[in-house]
């Protein structure tokens, strides 16, 4: 038997979880050895019964890395807020997909890394199991090593984004003495409240992304309710999840049987104040007793499961930012800008700019808008903003309307996101209404600022737009929100009535003159010619 409480017994894997919720019968049938390191006893053994040896396995084992995020239940109103509980397991890919805690992680130690894809080699010596947590890999004496992150593509670990989905939902029952313990809702309520809330991953990705039940023996409506012979009254959610794999390992339902999974606990097991739990890009999730029922609660951690981080903003709040699934509970809303962007739901009405290069000028346009087909061919929905040594920026046109809700502190403005790379954590850093500025100094490190400015804002017609401009600034011929009428007309100093068309073709004929119309004020009631004419007062006049 290994370090980590994992052997065979008749050719089929056990571990310690095993052997402390089976049957005395079952004990005794496990060699003295196994029963000394897993810490059960068994006094009275039925005569004539033989004693498995136990067979030994490897020294050593690779498991992947994944983010396990916990969001936290609000008592006053039974739904998830903003206390975040952060949990790092390893899954042995190889062997049932059993999963472990990370302890005593030196200081020094590397710990970042891409959730479902950092894989780690664990010395059996390093594994203990921990009432607690569960399985534990120890990594005080440094017996465990990162080895190397996939090169797959996509393997089938990491979640897919697009298509139909399927999803078990597994309601836990056991019994704690006489007492059958079991969730506080039925299967059919749960089969009907989850599968009409996840409809919105639906209506936000236009029918990409769509989550259908499970279906398969003893499977009712994606729903299929078990009784586990363990009694897991207080049991921590480590052991629980573990004891609930290992039972629908041995029913034949593996991980990859269908596209995701959730286990729905009863409310006696010990969650440590969280709602939901779930694996990021990974096929699992779990929930404490009815909080599956809550809209906000499954469209948050499936959207782990698909491979999001939480999205907080700039001054350090993780649930702060109010435009997502991943931030504050808006059950009624989509995803903000960056989740957006590598949803890739909107790809086709999403834009890469790069403003060191080339400054840019555009329409944002909601989702709503883009939802419902009014959206032109020149307006998009998602910018990223690039730049080199920089984390990007992710732009949208935030417009509480027909099926996006939000708060109205947030309604018809555009919000500036920023996030480095796809399952990293997100920031609102800024909402801009019109004529109001986000400003990243130093862009790329060559003391030039970048300016994103909201020019205006339209949302008395189909498509809504934002007019937004994106730039290194220079002081020297910026770019501005102007849009000059070669027509339009000013006054000169001298009375005389002239237009923007004239102005451009002094310019080509006199510099100098130009340039004092463009500096001087407006006469006659009329605004001044650099207004007026914007863009051709816009030019280097140096």
């Not at 080895?147 to 393997?155: A, P």
């Not at 499977?219 to 039972?247: H, R, Y």
């Not at 509480?400 to 809700?405: A, L, N, Q, S």
């Not at 017609?461 to 937004?468: I, L």
């Amino acid at each position: 038997m290994d370090a980590k409480g994992k052997f065979k017994l008749n050719g089929t894997k056990r571990n310690c979880a095993y052997v402390k919720n089976n049957v005395a019968e079952n004990l005794c049938g496990i060699s003295k050895k196994v029963r000394n390191k897993c810490k059960v006893t068994c006094d009275t053994c039925p005569a004539g019964m033989k004693v498995n040896e136990a067979e030994e396995e490897d020294t050593e084992f690779e498991c992947t890395l994944y983010h396990v995020q916990g969001l936290a239940v609000d008592n006053s109103t039974h739904a998830g807020h903003g206390n975040v509980m952060k949990a790092i397991k390893c899954v042995d890919e190889k062997h049932d997909h059993d999963s472990y805690s990370l302890e005593d992680i030196p200081e020094d130690f590397d710990i970042s890394f891409q959730s479902g894809k950092t894989k780690l080699t664990v010395s059996n010596q390093a594994v203990t199991q921990d009432m607690e947590h569960g399985n534990v890999i120890n990594l005080k004496d440094r017996i465990a090593t990162f080895v190397h992150e996939s090169q797959d593509e996509r393997n089938r670990f990491i979640a897919d984004r697009e298509g139909i989905q399927s999803l078990l939902i597994v309601r836990v029952t056991f019994y704690n003495g006489g007492t059958l313990e079991q969730p506080s809702v039925t299967g059919d309520q749960i089969s009907t409240q989850v599968f009409n809330n996840l409809s919105r991953y639906s209506t936000c990705s236009r029918g990409k992304l769509s989550f259908v039940p499970a279906s398969g023996n003893g499977i009712n409506g994606g729903v299929m309710t078990i009784k586990v012979n363990s009694n897991m009254s207080d049991m921590v959610w480590n052991d629980a999840e573990q004891l609930v794999t290992d039972f629908m390992n041995n029913i034949g339902i593996a991980w990859n049987t269908y596209d995701f999974t959730s286990y729905v606990f009863p409310e006696s097991v010990n969650f440590g104040g969280n709602g939901g739990l779930a694996y990021i890009d990974y096929y699992l999730s779990m929930f404490w007793n009815s909080q599956i029922m809550y809209k906000y609660m499954i469209l948050h951690e499936l959207g782990h499961n698909l491979g999001h981080n939480h999205s907080g903003d700039n001054a350090g709040g993780e649930y702060a930012d109010e435009t997502g699934m991943m931030g504050v509970g808006h059950a009624n809303g989509c995803f903000n800008a960056a989740k957006s962007w590598y949803f890739g739901w909107y790809a086709d009405r999403a834009k890469s700019i790069t403003p060191a290069s080339s400054s840019w000028s555009g329409e944002l346009v909601p989702v709503n808008d883009y939802l419902n087909g009014s959206i032109q061919s020149d307006q998009q929905v998602v910018v990223q903003v690039t730049g080199v040594g920089e984390t990007d920026l992710y732009l949208m046109f935030n417009r509480v309307e027909g099926v996006i809700d939000g708060k109205a502190s947030i309604n018809d403005r555009v919000t500036v996101i920023s996030q480095d790379q796809d399952k990293g954590y997100s920031h609102q850093l800024s909402s801009l209404g019109v004529n109001q500025e986000h400003r990243s100094n130093n862009w790329e490190g060559k003391g030039k600022g970048l300016v994103v400015k909201v020019c205006s804002v339209e949302v008395g017609s189909h498509p809504c737009n934002a007019r937004v401009i994106a730039y290194i600034e220079t002081g020297n011929n910026d770019p501005s929100c102007c849009i000059e009428n070669i027509w339009a007309k000013f006054v000169t100093k001298s009375g005389d009535t002239k237009n923007c068309n004239w102005l451009a073709n002094q310019k080509e004929k006199n510099m100098s003159s130009a340039r004092n119309h463009c500096n001087r004020p407006g006469y006659g009631g009329l605004p001044p010619a650099s207004e007026t004419c914007c863009e051709t007062c816009q030019f280097n006049w140096a």
